[in-house]
Each structure stands twice: as structure tokens, then as C-alpha cells.
């Protein structure tokens, strides 16, 4: 969790409050929050990070349908946040819009990071919290993606069944009215949060496309981003450490702090205040990316469990196992065979 300093540091506009405040009462839906109902009323008001994550788990108390969000989330797919709706219908192609909602929509959710990444014909839009977000983690993750499935079909007109969307979470009570409302396949307890679509999908011209229109709303992506530079920091820690096992079949150390705080242009003493700020350090960032990268790798079965602990940098199959258990509670073979799986994808 943040720290009440770096909670601070990460404040958020309140638009997202004022739709809630549509949908549920007001004193209950801020209980324990510290907002007033007055303060919907100043558009300068800003809540923190502590306080979304509040009032998001009392809508899952006050909410008489556990599925709520995806038909307000996609009232929203026309006008949100300004400048990064903007650049979504104006790009020049799909895949530029994409890029561009990947890397400036977090700008306004400091709690996750987005990034792209292309495997072969398929280009996976990845979501990743950057904090522990509790029981309402569905909630959070699932909204971006209905605002992007929304775009690409109004804008794209494409046949959002050959998309996918994976989810690193055991499956939601509502998980059938996530099946009926997504119009592709929707994977539960995968190994990551992400959209998939064609990677032949990025090439597709965007008919609406304004060549002014497009380049304002860059420059003006461009200016938010500069007032959350700590979450652009981690994105790129994780950058960093993903381009570093690229290949899987030999052995490496990862990088020290020192290495990618160099790779980053700034000084060790720097990244480590931004990341305090965050409410973390460059050993948790480390241990997350491992830990997710671990399931990620034991899912392909041609993979021996120690070429796997070779891959992430274990210097033998025994201590991989022990870091294993302590991420997911079960071993390496457990996982792999499903008998630890239940287990396991609820860490």
C-alpha cells in the first residue's frame, strides 16, 4: 500500500466520483473517505489514490448488481478525460491511437502502468497495477478495457471477436455477465491483465483522422504526463527489467539499481526517491516483475522447471522454488500440474 506521503503525491481529479455520485447515495458511497458532497461541486478538487480505493469497495457494498461498471464505464467511451479521448479519434492509425492511450491514460490512474508488447501476430495491451487493489481490482482493470473495446469498434468497425481479454484474476462472481458483456473470448487466472487484438489491426487508417486535431492533443497528453513522472519511472523500471529476458535460455543476473537508474539517465539516489514516492523500492518492483514473469514462463511446457529458474536468474531449481512458494503459496511442479493453480492465481 502507498504511505500517506506518497498518497499525496499521487493526487487524482474527481470525475470519477462525480459519475459514482450519479449511481449511489452520496454519504454512503464516501463514508470513511473525508469528501463532502460539496466538494463534487469545485472541478479543482482533487481526491487521492487512498480515498479511490475507499469509495470503489463501498460501491461493491452499496451496488445491488455486482456488474454495475460496464454499462456506466461505457457511458463514458465518448468523453473521458479530455485530451486522451481526443488523440484515441484522431490518430492517424489504430495503432497510433493505441500507443497513445497506453502511455497517457495512467497519467490520470497512478495506481497502474500500461505498455504494449507484440508477440508474433498478436499485440497485447497490457494493464498492470502498480499497488495492491484489493477486492476492487476487477472493477479497475476491467473499466479501461471497455472504453478501448468501445473505441475500436466505433471507430474501426472491427470484429472485436478475434480479440481476447486475459485476466490475471480467478473469476468474478458476475464472471458470466463479463463473458455476455465483452464481445470476445474473456480468459480468468491468466498471466496477465491485457486486451489482445491482430497485430494486422495496428495498421488499419483511422478515417477521422485530423492531422492538427492529433498533434494538440499530444502536446497536451504530453503536459499531464510531465506532473506524474514517479509512475512513468516504474513503467520504465519494468521496461528495463522485461527487455532484459527477452531470451529464456541462459542464465542472467538482474540488472542492479545502480544499472537501470543508469539505463534511465538519473542518479541511483533519484530512482529510489521516486519510487519511495510510490510507495515502493527497486527490490519490490524486482520481486513483482519475477513473480509474474515466473507463472508467464511456466506456462510454456516445453520448459523445464530449472530452465525456467535459470531464465529469471535463480542459481539453482531449490531457491526458485522457495521464492515461488512465498509468491503463490504452492511449488513450481504444483502450479504447472493445475493441483496449486486455484491457490496460486488468487496471490
Given amino acids: 500500500m502507498l504511505d500517506r506521503g506518497a498518497i499525496e503525491a499521487l493526487l487524482m481529479p474527481i470525475t470519477y466520483g462525480r459519475h459514482l455520485a450519479r449511481l449511489f447515495n452520496l454519504e454512503r458511497l464516501f463514508a470513511g473517505t473525508g469528501i463532502e458532497p460539496g466538494d463534487l461541486q469545485d472541478p479543482e478538487y482533487r481526491i487521492t489514490v487512498a480515498q479511490l480505493l475507499t469509495y470503489s469497495r463501498n460501491t461493491l457494498d452499496l451496488a445491488e448488481d455486482p456488474a454495475w461498471y460496464y454499462e456506466w464505464a461505457g457511458s463514458l467511451a465518448d468523453h473521458f478525460h479530455g485530451p486522451i479521448s481526443i488523440a484515441l479519434v484522431s490518430a492517424p492509425t489504430l495503432g497510433d491511437g493505441l500507443d497513445a492511450f497506453l502511455r497517457y491514460f495512467p497519467s490520470r490512474i497512478p495506481y497502474m502502468h500500461f505498455q504494449g508488447r507484440q508477440e508474433g501476430e498478436r499485440f497485447f495491451a497490457e494493464l498492470c497495477p502498480l499497488i495492491d487493489l484489493g477486492a476492487v481490482k476487477p472493477l479497475l482493470v476491467e473499466t479501461p478495457v471497455v472504453l478501448l473495446q468501445k473505441h475500436l469498434g466505433t471507430v474501426y468497425g472491427v470484429d472485436l471477436s478475434q480479440a481476447a481479454l486475459e485476466l490475471d484474476y480467478p473469476e468474478t462472481a458476475h464472471a458470466d455477465r463479463c463473458r455476455a458483456y ?9 498471466a496477465r491483465n ?16 485530423v492531422e492538427s486535431t492529433w498533434v494538440h492533443a499530444l502536446a497536451q497528453c504530453e503536459a499531464t504526463m510531465a506532473s506524474s513522472v ?9 521496461a528495463c527489467l522485461a527487455s532484459g529476458f527477452e531470451r529464456v535460455d541462459r542464465l542472467r543476473p538482474l540488472p542492479t539499481l545502480d544499472d537501470v537508474a543508469a539505463s534511465l539517465h538519473i542518479t541511483s539516489r533519484t530512482l529510489i526517491r521516486r519510487l519511495h514516492r510510490l510507495g515502493t523500492s527497486y527490490r519490490d518492483a524486482t520481486d513483482e516483475f519475477l513473480r509474474v514473469r515466473a507463472r508467464e514462463l511456466l506456462a510454456n511446457d516445453q ?9 529469471l536468474g535463480f542459481d539453482s531449481p531449490a531457491n526458485f522454488g522457495k521464492a515461488f512458494k512465498r509468491w503463490y503459496g504452492v511449488s513450481p511442479g504444483s502450479f504447472r500440474s493445475g493441483r496449486g493453480r486455484a491457490a496460486g492465481e488468487s496471490g
Fill in 194 to 209: 491485457a486486451l489482445v487484438i491482430p497485430t494486422a489491426w495496428r495498421a488499419l487508417r483511422n478515417l477521422g483522422h
Fill in 230 to 238: 514517479e509512475r512513468e519511472t516504474l513503467g520504465r523500471v519494468r
Fill in 303 to 311: 520448459l523445464k522447471i530449472k530452465q525456467v529458474a535459470a531464465a
Fill in 182 to 190: 465483452f464481445p470476445f473470448p474473456v480468459r480468468f487466472a491468466s
